[in-house]
């Protein structure tokens, strides 16, 4: 059997592409021998038949980074905008990688930089987006090693594939696994909700770009609210974001139990997944919920104009009308009856894998550099 690294953030790490990786691994592991490798047990990739590297926006993904200049190979793209990958790892990269780094700044910006101060100074005087979100075509840095790409995005897909269109970009439905809906009854009946009562719900790790204080000044500005209808968050709070509490509002932090946060997936009606700006983020709950036939209210930017024909998807503009345009899409889904538990076979893991795998193989027969 085969020898297959795969490269990025692993447990005990909390992160949606470990998460992510533990699933893959389970199923990969019936056609290679798997070994996982991270930030903290480095492995050269030369000694594997075969490599797969997690490409993301932070230092957990430093092993794929280091990995991928060894021996370019095919890669998941979670984000393609990976600056503040850079900005965290500086330390650690070589001083080829931070000229690279640096040429590639001052080309995109029209403007010569030696350092990484300079760099940051400059993005933050721009209006809009910050230092993270501007899009410089950072991804020209990795691009050129990949032999091929795999994005859940058709919004991303379209954009790499325009930019470098001598790399393979394929686009898989992000892999997903039915929900149950009696762990969703039992969390209900937890919180005292009937049959008719509708609960939204904000899932997934609490960053600056989740909007989460728009939604809670949307929710409490919800003054007609149903008296039923509740609003739960969970996830780890990655910045200071004050979450006041009531009885129609519940905070729960990270859940380390995946059975838990499932049961919470299942539960709600409708999840709350605002994102701006963006890095070209895969979205693994909002896979999640459509899969499982629920209902999502998403940030109106290009990244989510795939899902802009979906009855199932309320896009809100990410500026000054975005609160009034939240209380009124809180409104319309209220007024729905509650959509039940579907799943949708096409994301099923097996189906991932099964076009996964081709891609692997047909980047291992590209010739290496």
Request: proline share 8%; charged share 25%; aromatic share 10%.
């Amino acid at each position: 059997m085969r020898t297959l690294g795969i490269y990025g953030p692993k447990f005990p790490e909390r992160s949606g592409v470990a998460n992510y990786t533990d699933r893959l691994e389970a199923e990969l592991s019936r056609r290679y021998r798997c070994v996982r490798v991270s930030n903290d047990d480095w492995v050269d990739p030369s000694v594997f038949d075969r490599t797969l590297y997690q490409v993301g926006a932070s230092i957990r993904h430093h092993c794929a980074f280091r990995a991928l200049r060894l021996r370019p190979g095919p890669a998941v793209v979670h984000e393609h905008n990976c600056l503040s990958y850079y900005y965290e790892a500086w330390p650690l990269l070589e001083e080829e990688e931070r000229e690279e780094f640096l040429r590639h700044l001052s080309g995109a910006l029209g403007r010569g930089f030696d350092s990484l101060p300079g760099v940051l100074s400059c993005l933050d005087a721009l209006a809009d987006p910050d230092r993270y979100g501007a899009d410089v075509g950072i991804e020209a840095l990795f691009m050129r090693r990949i032999t091929g790409a795999v994005v859940h995005s058709p919004y991303v897909a379209s954009l790499l594939r325009s930019r470098y269109p001598g790399v393979r970009v394929e686009t898989l439905p992000f892999m997903t696994t039915p929900l149950q809906a009696a762990a969703g009854e039992r969390i209900r009946e937890r919180l005292g909700l009937s049959a008719g009562d509708h609960l939204f719900g904000v899932f997934g790790f609490i960053g600056e770009y989740k909007r989460i204080e728009k939604v809670l000044a949307a929710w409490y500005g919800w003054t007609d609210r149903p008296a039923g209808t509740r609003l739960v968050i969970v996830g780890q709070r990655q910045y200071e974001v004050e979450v006041p509490v009531s009885p129609h509002c519940l905070y729960l932090d990270y859940l380390p139990d995946e059975e838990e946060f499932d049961a919470y997936l299942a539960a709600a009606d409708c999840g709350v997944q605002l994102r701006h700006p963006t890095l070209g983020e895969t979205s693994a709950v909002v896979s999640r919920l459509l899969a499982n036939g629920r209902r999502v209210i998403l940030s109106r930017t290009p990244f989510t104009s795939p899902y802009r024909r979906s009855s199932r998807v309320i896009r809100i503009p990410p500026d000054e009308r975005e609160v009034p345009a939240l209380i009124e899409a809180f409104r319309h889904v209220a007024r729905l009856p509650r959509p039940p538990l579907r799943y949708n076979p096409a994301h099923h893991l097996t189906a991932y894998v099964r076009r996964l795998v081709p891609l692997i193989e047909s980047a291992a027969r590209v010739p290496q550099p």
